[in-house]
């Protein structure tokens, strides 16, 4: 007979640390659901792209992934927040909304961030000017053309299932 304790440890395999990752990308894919999520992801491609053009250096992606990755969290953190207090909350009450308005001003605060590292990053001159001129006047212009408007309607328009 299988001790207590053996059955703890086998329900703590490796297949159940593997089911744990689906449940993290069933959790993102709740996510997606989130116009402000798509959004982010929208903009963190974008910036990608513009971040390759660009040319930055291997600590300054670093820097970059790392606002990126900031942002995405605690987007789905505050998508979290936003679930669980409709569950236990399903009619308005203050402490309810100020829940959701911290939560939400948690994300506010990160791509603010974010953007303040952007600037840091992007606005040496002449390399932006220099980077913009070099978009516009070649191939890559129907490439970021794309990726602006595949991103407006993902968006905008793009309904999960």
């Not at 250096?57 to 670093?62: D, L, P, Q, S």
């Not at 009619?91 to 952007?118: C, E, N, Q, R, S």
Request: with cysteine; proline share 4%.
């Amino acid at each position: 007979m299988m001790k207590e304790s053996d059955k703890k440890r086998a329900a703590a395999g490796p297949a159940a640390f593997f089911k744990s990752f689906l449940y993290a990308v069933r959790g993102l894919k709740v996510c997606i659901s989130e116009r402000n999520m798509r959004f982010h992801l929208s903009a963190a491609v974008l910036v990608t792209a513009f971040s390759l053009v660009y040319g930055l250096e291997r600590a300054e992606f670093g820097l970059l992934f790392f606002a990126i990755g900031l942002v995405v969290a605690l987007e789905a953190i505050n998508t979290a927040v936003e679930r669980l207090t409709d569950l236990v909350s399903p009619g308005f009450h203050p402490l309810a909304g100020m829940a959701k308005d911290i939560a939400a001003g948690a994300v506010l605060a990160g791509a603010v961030t974010a953007a303040v590292i952007g600037c840091l990053l992007f606005l040496q001159f002449p390399r932006l000017t220099d980077t913009l001129l070099l978009i516009v006047t070649s191939w890559r212009l129907p490439v970021f053309a794309v990726l602006a408007a595949g991103g407006l309607w993902f968006t905008f328009f793009y309904q999960p299932h």
